[in-house]
């Protein structure tokens, strides 16, 4: 078997992931969602918001949600996100809708950011947390990126250094 042919093999994993289209107070929300077991909310990263094979894996032992954020996809209410904050509560309208109190957590980049800051503000409704390269961390004495109002350049400056 060559290189190529064995990357592909790998690569074939069968999705179990179904999407469908979730009503949060009049707008659409793309959401993918498989598995069973307890309930298991997925934020994804700016580049990633359908169902991949980590969330195969991940549907092994639990009842994967992979909601779509705004202005990602088929989501709609892009217009009235004006900040991190407008981000997690819409979050919450999900979970909400989703009937769920308080499922596992994973939060990846952009979605990091938005985990983080929904188990800081309602640590209710957050049983567990797992932050994956989580993007919007504070350092003190560190300025805060504001990647809402950030342009293209200005996105590259904030994301990558050297």
Known sequence: MGVVEEVASRTQVASRGRERTL????????L?????????VYLHGAGTFWWLPIHDLLARR????????????????IEEMESIEDVVFHTLDVLDALDLESPDVVGLSFGG?????????HPARVNRLVLVDAAGTRVPGVPKGEFFMAGPAKA???????
């Open 62 to 77: 639990h009842h994967v949600y992979l909601p779509v954020h705004p202005g990602f996809g088929a989501t709609e209410g």
């Open 32 to 40: 993918w969602e498989g598995g069973e077991g307890r309930p298991l």
């Open 23 to 30: 009503a949060v107070h009049g707008r659409k929300v793309q």
């Open 113 to 121: 950011w938005v985990a983080a800051e929904l188990a800081l503000r």
């Open 156 to 162: 590259r400056e904030l994301i990558f250094h050297e």
